[in-house]
């Protein structure tokens, strides 16, 4: 079955620098990839999605990076603030399957 | 639209008994999912509704789990006999199309206790 890792250990940047967070998954490759926000005792929000043909994604201060030869997605935040300071979840879709697989996120302190 | 709405947001319920959450997504949305979430863990899988078809549902749900939707508007979940191990946030989500985002409600958090 589909595994998907994301760094269990919190994300510690200063205000201004660029977060990166990984995404690692095994077996299939996904037909999409996506990338939510994570507030304690809230919805998980939805950020950006990638597909398989696509190697990068923008939005506002946000990139996504899709490496289906690594079996890897990587998330940016650039010049981060204190108020991205959450947790971070990477989801796959397959195509042989309806639903969303979910990491269990990565947390990001950005410290001002 | 608010976006999607879930109630209650809390319940609190002893082993053995009945507990019921309702889910209203987004009107366009003919899709609606529901999910489970453990401290530490990303959202875990439990049903998919397509309209009023329920067309996965995890294997890892028990018989006691149950969900519904009819006429393809609102979701409810029920789970019978509660146990202690489904203490969780209940999550429910909806999105337009297969390759969209989905919108989460804020989530019904249960203890059992």
């Known amino acids: 079955s589909q595994k998907i890792e994301q760094n269990s250990e919190a994300l510690n940047i200063q205000e201004g620098k660029t977060a990166t967070l990984t995404c690692n998954y095994t077996?299939?490759?996904?037909?999409?990839l996506q990338w939510y926000r994570q507030d304690p005792g809230r919805g998980p929000v939805f950020l950006l999605l990638?597909?398989?043909?696509?190697k990068e994604k923008r939005k506002e201060r946000l990139k996504v990076t899709f490496d289906t030869t690594l079996k890897q997605s990587l998330f940016h935040i650039t010049a981060s603030q204190p108020a991205d300071s959450a947790t971070y979840l990477c989801?796959?879709?397959?195509?042989?399957?309806?639903?969303?697989?979910f990491g269990s996120g990565t947390r990001l302190l950005v410290r001002p | 639209d608010t976006g999607v709405s879930q109630n209650p947001r809390h319940k609190i319920t002893k082993r053995g008994q009945n507990v019921t959450f309702r889910c209203d997504p987004i009107?366009?949305?003919?899709?609606l999912y529901w999910y489970r979430q453990t401290l530490g863990q990303g959202p875990e899988f439990l049903t998919y509704?397509?309209?009023?078809?329920?067309?996965?549902k995890s294997r890892l749900l028990s018989d006691r789990f149950s969900a519904e939707r009819p006429k393809g508007s609102f979701s409810t979940l029920e789970i019978q006999r509660t146990e202690q191990g489904d203490s969780a946030m209940y999550l429910c989500?909806?999105?337009?199309?297969?390759?969209?985002?989905?919108?989460f409600g804020s989530g019904t958090r249960l203890t059992v206790v």
């Open positions: 989500a909806s999105s337009l199309a297969q390759n969209y985002g989905y919108t």
């Open positions: 989801a796959l879709y397959m195509d042989s399957s309806y639903k969303l697989i």
């Open positions: 509704f397509q309209n009023e078809a329920q067309l996965e």
């Open positions: 009107s366009e949305h003919n899709r």
């Open positions: 077996n299939y490759s996904p037909a999409y």
């Open positions: 990638i597909r398989e043909n696509e």
